[in-house]
């Protein structure tokens, strides 16, 4: 699943340590059956993979998928046919269209083939904006279900193996929500609170960490945590929150502790973040920590941290809630502005960013915009247009959370 939107320890020992002396492979480990490098755009993986004997086209690696999906935008180009249609909870919306699509051949790099006959075609273009780049789909547990999927987050490379001749590592026992998401246990913790038990669902399609709606409701985290909620201006009606960012105390998963996380908290009524059995959607500012294993067939998980493993948890430090234009990714206009942020009293929604820091926005996708956006105690200096006039602005940034 695609989202938009210091310290770390360990209670017993040095996370690299522990991490090695737990997840250690005997000598001999197998070889991977492929091999191949991948993207972080937003914190999610994508991937280059050949789909029907095309490409090779650019595909999100979704773990927090059931089936593999076409952008339906892109079907023609691919020459796909496409059955049924029915309603689906999609990567670009809560409610979306969906056709079915008779035979998917995914080819990863290597030769290796999978072909799968219950995918989808879903509209995927509402995501492309943060990308500022076209993708044609998501790669999900039917194709992934037969590997050891390994995930290298800090090289950059996935791989797969042959579950019978892998050397196994000592990992978590992981659950299967719905027979394909990967959960394993763990608890959140909050200020003044004991932990809080919930289940971690590893989402590598995800850009950031949610909080389902029916958990922040149970423990009322919405108070119980420093948060900020972004609004949109909807005119005559009013501002309606449309996301909550929260940093917890810590995040407990087997033998290691994250502090002072940054998650979201769902408000959702329906759909997958309105279910209490995803409790928490762990994604792309936590995932990356880690190389990830996931052991589809012996359902186990793997965690081991890397070198970004004591990284703080950035937060935005401006108080700009930015959109891309659906037809140029490269126009960012200014959706609403946080009061008391930084950005208060200097933009305005409407407004529209021309360059940051010298860089054109032709330079930036969205996703790399926001990241500028989240450096403590630095100064940004942006050119703006605003009603047919440019003008030069110096935000100095100031973490929110």
Avoid: C
């Amino acid at each position: 699943m695609i989202n938009r939107r210091s310290a770390i320890a360990l209670t017993l020992a040095s996370p690299l340590a522990l991490g090695a002396a737990l997840e250690r492979r005997p000598q001999g480990k197998s070889r991977p059956i492929a091999q191949f490098p991948f993207e972080l755009l937003a914190n999610a993986i994508f991937i280059q993979a050949k789909l029907n004997g095309k490409g090779p086209f650019l595909f999100s690696l979704d773990t927090g998928s059931s089936n593999s999906v076409i952008a339906s935008e892109l079907i023609g180009e691919l020459g796909i046919g496409t059955g049924s249609t029915f309603a689906s909870t999609g990567a670009g919306s809560d409610s979306n269209t969906a056709a079915t699509i008779d035979r998917l051949e995914f080819e990863f790099p290597g030769g290796i083939r999978r072909t799968v006959t219950d995918g989808a075609a879903i509209s995927m273009s509402g995501l492309w904006q943060l990308l500022a780049r076209r993708f044609y789909g998501s790669i999900g547990f039917d194709v992934l279900h037969p590997y050891v999927v390994e995930i290298d987050y800090a090289g950059r490379t996935s791989s797969l193996f042959d579950p019978a001749s892998y050397s196994p590592m000592l990992a978590l026992p992981a659950h299967m929500y719905g027979s394909y998401d990967p959960q394993v246990d763990g608890a959140i913790e909050v200020p003044g609170r004991p932990p809080i038990p919930v289940r971690f669902t590893l989402d590598t399609g995800a850009g950031g960490t949610i909080v389902s709606s029916p958990l922040v409701d149970k423990y009322d985290l919405v108070n119980a945590t420093r948060k900020v909620t972004k609004t949109q201006d909807k005119g005559v009606g009013g501002a309606e929150p449309s996301e909550v960012m929260a940093r917890l105390s810590a995040i407990r998963i087997g033998p290691y502790l994250l502090d002072k996380p940054l998650v979201a908290l769902s408000r959702d009524k329906m759909g997958s973040l309105a279910n209490e059995a995803i409790s928490v959607n762990l994604g792309g500012n936590i995932l990356p920590r880690f190389t990830v294993i996931i052991d589809y067939p012996s359902k186990r998980v793997g965690l081991r941290p890397n070198r970004h493993f004591a990284e703080p948890f950035r937060s935005d430090a401006s108080g700009l809630l930015l959109s891309a234009d659906a037809n140029d990714f490269h126009k960012f206009t200014v959706d609403s502005v946080i009061p008391g942020s930084p950005a208060e009293g200097l933009l305005t929604p409407g407004d529209i960013i021309l360059s940051a820091n010298g860089k054109p926005a032709a330079d930036y996708a969205l996703w790399q915009l926001e990241e500028l956006l989240k450096n403590d105690g630095s100064t940004v200096h942006l050119s703006v247009q605003r009603r047919g006039q440019t003008a030069a602005m110096t935000l100095k940034l100031r973490s929110l959370l």
